[in-house]
């Protein structure tokens, strides 16, 4: 069985080291593809509207220490050409699951082996599921898992000669939405109680989250003003609830908690003492 962990990434030098050394060691291979400039959206800013900032820099210095981690670079126009391109390098090699890993995901590694062992157990599978801690302005507020109907697609069966009832389908595995493939087979969640994900796409400085939100595969559906009345009043106002930025109730409420239960690599974050990110 061998698994590739996946990133499609545009400016995440905040966390990409920490995401790419939380699971490097559980897979078969990192493939990084590195895009030259945010997903083109109507009306969105041109290449230079967001400066390139160090993930290439960072990626490409893992890489030369690692070469478990290969890196590519360049200029996909969707979210969903990007994660494609992975796939194709993914059916070249002859890996048997693609991993979509975002670069603000972590992994603990007791949670990784649970995982993995999940796909062994389940080889009809097609398609895994895996529920997510979202942390929310530092590493002490969190939307918890169970709080969020949100359970991403995580990890895809890849198949270059796709059959379903014994009749051949058309191609090989691909994506066919942001975050969705053709592989046939039932999907399947990992109980949460045996593995979670950690995402810290809300646990960012005050410049990086106004460039995520602008460059988000879905900015055009953040709801006017979120940034003034929800991310820049909430540390005034910690109970506020409803808070995430496109469908308000997704995110009921965040919940204070000591950070001890994250992956081990994070621990060492500059982060992971501050009550607020600046």
Known sequence: MKVAAVYCVFNEEEYIAYSIRSVRDAVDRVVVLINERPWARPGAPGPNGYPADRTEAIVRELAAQDPKIVVMKGSWPTEVAHRQAGMEHCLAQGFDYYFLVDGDEVYRADHLQALLEEIRAHPEA?????????????????????????????????????????????????????????????????????????????????????????TFSVADQVQREWFRHVWSTWPHQREMRNIHPMVPEEFPVAERVEPRDVPEVMRTHPYYTLEIIP
């Open 126 to 214: 097609g398609t895994f599921f895996v529920k997510c801690t979202i942390f929310w302005r530092s590493f002490h507020y969190r939307i918890p898992h169970h709080a969020m109907k949100w359970t991403p697609w995580r990890v895809f069966k890849i198949q270059r000669h796709r059959r379903l009832l014994g009749l051949p389908l058309l191609g090989a595995t691909r994506f066919i939405g942001d975050n969705k493939t053709n592989s046939p087979g039932p999907r399947r969640l990992v109980p949460p109680e045996r593995c979670v994900f950690y995402h810290f796409s809300y646990a960012r400085s005050e410049a990086k989250m106004r460039q995520k939100i602008a």
